[in-house]
């Protein structure tokens, strides 16, 4: 990610904190992102921080490493599904969290 986009992805990660950017506001900040950017952006913004690299060295034999749900098939999922304020969304293995994150952003679910 370029440094400019790098810099907008942690102004809108203030916004987000302050409960400027949800819902709407934070789809269209989503959509001017390129659409191979979105999760490095959502991270930058959010802070989650990098998954170690030796995360599949160190997993046993038969295990499976961290894969992240893409931003934008969360996006599509919410846009597709009425997910609402009302309901629970529940990831499964959740890693940092993210999926639930962006989705309570986007729809304001628990």
């Known amino acids: 990610m370029d440094d400019a986009l790098l810099l907008h992805a942690r102004s809108v990660g203030d916004r987000i904190r302050r409960g400027d950017v949800r819902g709407a506001a934070l ?3 989503l959509e001017r ?3 191979v950017e979105r ?3 959502v991270d930058a913004a959010l802070a989650t ?3 170690p690299d030796d995360d599949v ?3 046993p034999r038969g295990a499976v490493p961290y894969v992240p749900c893409g931003v934008d098939a ?3 999922a919410v846009r597709d599904v009425p997910i609402g304020a009302r309901d629970v969304f529940v990831d499964y293995g959740a890693g940092v ?3 639930a994150i962006v989705v309570h ?3 304001g679910a628990r």
């Open 33 to 35: 992102v390129p659409f």
């Open 57 to 59: 060295v160190a997993l």
């Open 74 to 76: 969360l996006m599509h």
């Open 39 to 41: 999760d490095a952006f």
């Open 49 to 51: 921080g990098d998954v």
């Open 27 to 29: 789809v269209a900040e």
């Open 105 to 107: 952003l986007l729809t």
């Open 97 to 99: 969290g993210r999926a």
